[in-house]
């Protein structure tokens, strides 16, 4: 009969579906998985990843923190919470202006911005490298906070442009009317109803700066500053890997940017939608 | 390298001289007695920091707080990662943001020196140490460490290398220490299999300090590397039979597993130090954390084999010097600092704490080295003066090593390959653009 | 509509040069300046010299340059970039679309796999390399005992000289697939619920929907997709590194790793500046490229 071909198809489209998703996960999972599991070896088995770790043991994550791998998390926080304010800041008001004005030269500032975008750290660590250690300010949360945010902004005023632009000007139209003055108009009027665009902004600034390594590589050098990322990278040590500390280090890293990712997730999604259909 | 002799006779002078400082307690110390920078700060770079927890930095938090007292001056630490500290030393002399002292690591001396990110020690090194006392010194005066016929660095160590091998694998074998390439070969068979491994070195290059074991398999069949005016000369006979004997190993004995050309330095210490692994070359300063891992009666260090049973091949000498950046603020304080880590009781000392090899003969007069537990230490010494080498350092080294890396990779994953022009190739591929720096 | 246009209705004939956009635009690009034009001219400046560590030495004009265009192994990290990115590109938005569609619907289950797709995209990239390294690389590996227990040879595609670059870039492909998910994702609940039913009511297959109806309304993102991710693996340096270190001999030396190589081992900031201009050359070409599009897609 019908309905049961129906849901026999149905179910076997449903088993197929999560089959493909279990698939999935497990796919984007594993090599994590492994470093969660060689994590929580107990400090006494062999240096050595596994996936079966026996007895369980929390210790690797209380040596990283005991180790002061809360301070390099800290100044991944810093960073990354600088670099948003930063790239807010920048985006919001060049956003708008691309959004919402026409003015001589707007085409050639974008193409600026484009090639922002095009430029990746890579071409910029040896001349930023040269830069900050004439001007003293290698090793500051400054420059870290500079070089993130630079090659963040370009895709942010290009995703808030897009936002904007999905706001019906006659808001603007209102406000100007009501004698807000046009940087009224957008704080007024124009912010409040982007908040989804910025939460978007925000959230891509935060995994870029949280996740730099690179640049933060090349720009700091003292423990005081050091971010997470890098400090990952020297758990390879003069004596060799040290598996344990450096997975639980790992983990310790990663969640943070999960954690929000999942809180987030719908406004993050929703900001994207609306910059996404428009170009330039 | 000076003469066995010589360097008895030089020991002696030395544990003379040590045991007279011991004796007259206001004779060593005379020039310390004046305090003359008593409250002087110094920056020192570092990748070691005396509130570290490994054994080095244990000692050195000893002798920080020793030198603190006797001087009065303050040693502000500065920590980098130890990959770091050279290009982060030449932009600061640049930047006019470098420190007083600074450790310098083995392979970047050349660099550094080249870019005259250090000032010349020569003139301090003529007051403090005279001609026979400046003998005392293990590798400081070999060619590999005078930059334009000066000294720019001073070494606080040494760092020897030996093949590491299996003690109780070869006993269960019934094998007697291997001698020759071919002893290894022997024993590598027999342990070879069921996920372990005869004969271990790394082909990764993720990081490329190669050079540790290249350079006793070519060296040590007769060949040389470089020749003296800097041209690549890893094309003879020896360099040919070295490879060969690599390739080999992986593909006609099968003693060493293809996976070696991605393995990296840290997954070949994982093996041995997991069991998996029965014989490799390594250094001394690894020595104390491989026991740990597999137990110190496990383990039997032999030096490095050759073709020829009498006469093994050199060990290559490394280890971390100090050196006084170009426009340091303080540099007379700065040399008191280095001349202390150079007084033999203190690499004594280093011995004793943290297994390190010190870089002066004298040192070695201490008694510590004829304890038991010093047995390797002292082990290495011998080794060390009767058959070494300071490993080839010249500024373009890391090209160096890529290339012969790059010619590894090939007779490996292609076994029959022209050894020698595959050889040839890659020192004329050095030759080139080594001419252009 | 813009707010010009409503200026302009109400005052025809204003003259005077309105500085409020450029002084908004104005903080942005300084910004993007500074990390975009000092680099340029640095490592312009330093590709026209010999070099001795960070000093100037001598002017060589454009010795660099041919000394580049007839080094073998340069044109060799030309060709493993190239099928790095586009293949791996093509691989990326392929995986990130067809886990956009599948997961498209809003709800805790898709919100959890989302998340979890992420997790390549927010991980270390020493940490990945390390991990793949132990699941793919040598005699004991997780994949050998697979292959084993079916009867198959073991493999270690990080010493084959055909199998590396493919691995690597089907990594950075994985790596970076939930980026381009979010993307696609974002593009797919832009399109209007009327097109969707439109289409399944016309009966087409769920495949045709996708291939006639879906993906041409995805082309907006899709491009900034693809433009973000190209640029994001030409600079994608960690990972290949410490999975193979450029090896087995060049086979996946990337521009970006032999730029590392060359300005931060061999510290020959002369040639590393070279190869930094040739990345940023493409890079611009990129965009450019981008920018074209762009128009000739908003105009149609």
Known sequence: MTTSRHDATARSAAAARAAFMFCVGAAMLLPFALALTTSLQAPGAPNAGTFLPWPLSLDNYVAVLRGGFGRFMLNSAIVAFCSIAVVLFVSIHAGYVVARYEFRGKNLLLFAILCGMALGELSAVVPLYFFGSRLGLLDTYVILVLANSAFIAPLAIWFLQGYFRSIPVQLDEAALIDGTGRLGALYRVVLPAAKPGLVTVSLLAFIGAWNEVLLALVLTSSEGMRTAPVALHFFMTDYGVQWGPLTAAAVLTTLPVLILFLLLQRHFVRGLTAGATTGL | MSSFIETRRAVLAGSAALASSFLLPGAGRAQAQGKPFDGQPIVHWSFLSPEGKSVREQAIKLHEEAFRKETG??????????????????????????????????????????????????????????????????????????????????????????????????????MKPPRTWSDVVEFGKKVSGDGRWGYGFFGGKQQLVHAVYLQPHIHGRGGRILGDDGKATFTDDAAVRAYKFLSDC??????????????????????????????????????????????????????????????????????????????AKTPDAAWQYIQFYLRPEVQAANARIAGALP?????????????????????????????????????????????????LHEVILKPNSDIAAVLRRAAAGYDRVAQQQ | ???????????????????????????????????????????VQYSLFSTNVYEMVRFVGAANYVFLFQDERFLENLWNTAVFVIVGVALCWTFGLTLALALRRQSWGTAVLRAIVLVPWVTNQVVLALMWKLLLGGEFSPLNDLLRSVGLPPVNPFISLEQALPTLTVINAWRATGFAMLMLLAGLAAIPKEVDEAAEVDGATKLQQIRYVIIPMLRPISMVCIVTLMISFFNVAVLPLVLTGGGPLHATELLSIRLYREGFENFDIALAATLTVFLIAIELLLAALYFRLVKAGAQS
């Open chain 2, 359 to 407: 870089s002066r003969r004298s040192a070695a007069g201490d008694p510590y080295f004829k304890t038991p537990e010093a047995a390797y230490l002292q082990w290495w010494l011998d080794y060390t003066a009767a058959n070494s080498e300071p490993m080839i350092n010249v500024p373009t080294a890391s090209r160096l090593t890529e290339a012969m890396v790059d010619a």
């Open chain 2, 250 to 327: 992986v593909h006609v004995h099968k003693i060493t597993p293809p996976d070696v050309v991605n393995m990296s330095w840290e997954d070949q210490t994982d093996a041995f130090r997991t069991g998996k692994l029965a014989m490799f070359i390594d250094g001394s300063h690894r020595y104390r954390d491989h026991a740990r891992a597999v137990g110190a009666d496990n383990i039997l260090l032999v030096e490095i084999p050759s073709d020829d049973p009498a006469k093994p091949s050199p060990t290559p000498l490394t280890g971390w010097s100090m050196g006084i950046p170009k426009g």
């Open chain 3, 1 to 43: 509509m813009t707010l010009t246009d409503t200026r302009a209705r109400r005052s025809p004939h204003r003259a005077k040069i309105d500085l409020f956009p450029y002084a908004l635009m104005a903080p942005g690009l300084l910004l993007v300046l500074f990390a975009t034009l000092y680099p340029v001219i640095f490592v």
């Open chain 2, 73 to 174: 001056i303050n040693v502000a630490f500065e920590i980098y990662p130890f990959a770091e500290l050279a290009r982060r030393l030449v932009t600061a002399v640049q930047a006019n943001t470098q420190p007083d002292v600074t450790r310098v690591g083995w392979e970047s001396i050349p660099m550094v020196s080249k870019a005259g990110a250090l000032s010349p020690l020569d003139a301090y090194i003529e007051k403090a140490f005279d001609a026979e006392q400046r003998k005392d010194f293990l590798i400081d005066y070999s060619p590999a460490l005078l930059t334009n016929g000066q000294k720019t660095t001073m070494q606080l160590e040494t760092i020897s290398h030996a093949l590491f091998v299996r003690k109780d694998w070869l006993e269960r074998a019934g």
